[in-house]
C-alpha cells in the first residue's frame, strides 16, 4: 500500500499519508506534499540540510512542519531528497535530510502550492499506526 494518497477537493488538492508512527506519518505527508509540487523522481542526496518548526499539538505541528518544507522547496529553492532522521521534542518536530539545488528542467514544477491548510485537517491514531488528511491551498 502507498504511503499517501491525493484527494480530490473542488477548490485545493490535498492528500492521505499514512505511517506507522507519528515520525513515519510527518516524513511520508512530506513526501505527498513535495510530490504534488514538483516531480521528484531525479531528486539527488547529496546535500545535507537540517529543519524544523513547532506547534502547539499534533494537527498544527503537521501544518507548520509541511508549510517550512515549502518554504524550502520555494523559498530556499532546495528540493529534499530523503528524510535521514526526524524526532520531536518539546513541541518541535526536527529533521536531518538530504537533497540538492531546486533545478526546474531536472524536477518540474506540477502545482503552485501555497500552503498546507487547516481545512479539514486531520491527524490521528488508527489500528494500523498514524494517518493524516490534509488540504493544500493551491
Do not use: C
Request: no cysteine.
Amino acid at each position: 500500500m502507498a504511503n499517501f494518497e491525493l484527494l480530490e477537493h473542488t477548490a485545493d488538492t490535498g492528500f492521505r499519508a499514512r505511517g506507522e508512527t507519528p515520525e513515519e506519518l510527518f516524513i511520508h505527508a512530506a513526501e505527498a506534499l513535495i510530490s504534488v509540487a514538483l516531480d521528484p523522481s531525479r531528486v539527488d542526496a547529496f546535500q545535507p540540510r537540517q529543519i524544523s518548526a513547532s506547534g502547539a499539538d499534533q494537527q498544527e505541528l503537521l501544518v507548520n512542519w509541511l508549510n517550512e518544507v515549502l518554504w524550502l522547496i520555494d523559498g530556499e529553492k532546495f528540493v529534499p531528497a530523503r528524510f535521514e532522521t526526524l524526532w520531536f521534542e518539546d513541541g518541535t518536530v526536527f529533521s536531518q535530510l538530504l537533497g540538492e539545488r531546486r533545478d526546474d528542467t531536472k524536477h518540474p514544477p506540477r502545482i503552485v502550492v501555497k500552503a498546507a491548510t487547516f481545512h479539514q485537517l486531520r491527524v490521528a491514531e488508527t489500528e494500523s499506526g498514524w494517518e493524516a488528511e490534509v488540504y493544500l491551498d493551491i
